[in-house]
């Protein structure tokens, strides 16, 4: 039901947001450091920046991640991230690097490439994403993503909607 609820109140801001948006000439990105937090909708736990916890019948999920960079251009971000994921004693560690780029200030692609460690065992991973960049404030954006993230031998596919902070 949260999902749902969720979703919806997105939907709501792209119809109410899409046609009034500031142009970014409001605001220099070049310089500015980016900080994204985000929910993914699939799975209920926390990407990006932030941290969660879920327990249910004696078993705990941590989540702690961190997804930040830094724009070179007005149009251009290089970001990093790191990710540490566990349960019953086991971790899943991820990391990547990758550039982030708004097509027309509204549409962010991005790319990454980074690795895996679970129990012990690496691969290396790729990822991609595309959204919509909802202005909430000059230094706030709200971005619905959709993503793939490969593996050497599977695809995982997601939908996710990050708070964007430029600091």
Known sequence: MKNLLFIVMILTALCNESFTQASSTDFTRKGKF????????????????GISLLSDEGTTLYA??????TFLTEKLALKGNLSILG???????????????????KIPID???????VSDSNTIKFGAGVGYAIK??????????????IFEDSNLFGFKASFVMLL
């Open 34 to 49: 980016i900080v994204e937090a985000g929910y993914n909708l699939i799975g209920g736990i926390t990407s990006g920046t």
């Open 64 to 69: 702690v991640g961190f997804d930040m960079g």
């Open 87 to 105: 349960i019953e004693g086991d971790n899943i560690l991820s990391l990547g690097i990758g550039p982030k780029y708004y097509i027309a200030n």
């Open 111 to 117: 790319a990454s490439i980074g690795f895996l460690n």
């Open 136 to 149: 909430l404030a000059d230094n706030i954006l709200l971005e619905p993503n959709v993503n793939i993230n």
